[in-house]
């Protein structure tokens, strides 16, 4: 993905951390942080402020949080979301659409989101992201990212990228998936 600007990943000062790393249990060591410490440590934090707000001079809120302190009035309106937009796809896949199969992906335990909101509960998007393993690499793997029709194309997921792949510099991960 390419990123305009060069990010120096942040250097972790927890040597039990240094020790999982080297050790190869990044992942691991990673996953293990709470979703607001994971947040505090990888993501850019000025990237985060800037995107609260928009090109339509809306500021938008945002929610870093990790699957387990999801709200459920968000988790809700996240999936009903993936349904408006990306349903039909499903149906047309060998996969076909489950609502309580897609639910219990996007609670998985490592599972991060940024959502991006108007107002105190109008969805505007969001990106969902876990570190993980895929074909025996250490991964940055974006499950969803989508948008309400009135916030496409406004250069919001583009953002929201550009961070995730921040993130996954600073984490010391060098594949997105």
């Not at 993905?1 to 020790?19: A, I, L, Y």
């Not at 809700?76 to 659409?97: F, G, M, P, V």
């Not at 940024?114 to 499950?143: C, K, N």
């Not at 510099?169 to 594949?175: D, F, L, P, R, S």
Request: proline share 3%; glycine share 8%; charged share 25%.
């Amino acid at each position: 993905m390419g990123d305009t600007q060069h990010h120096e990943p942040q250097m972790s000062n927890n040597k039990s951390q240094h020790r999982a790393i080297a050790e190869g249990k990044l992942v691991e060591t990673v996953n293990a942080l709470s979703g607001a410490d994971f947040f505090a440590k990888y993501a850019p934090q000025e990237s985060l402020t800037e995107l609260g707000i928009s090109c339509l001079g809306v500021e938008l809120s945002r929610l870093p949080v990790d699957s387990a302190n999801l709200p459920s009035q968000w988790l809700d309106a996240c999936l009903k979301l993936i349904e408006e937009t990306s349903a039909r796809d499903y149906q047309n896949s060998e996969k076909k659409w489950s609502n309580s199969k897609k639910r219990r992906e996007m609670k998985s335990p490592d599972m991060k989101y940024i959502i991006l909101f108007h107002g105190t509960s109008q969805l505007a998007g969001f990106i969902s992201f876990m570190i993980t393993y895929e074909d025996g690499y250490e991964v940055l793997y974006i499950y969803e990212i989508h948008f309400t029709p009135q916030w496409q194309g406004k250069g919001l997921g583009k953002k929201l990228m550009n961070i995730v792949e921040v993130i996954g510099q600073n984490v010391g991960i060098t594949k997105i998936i």
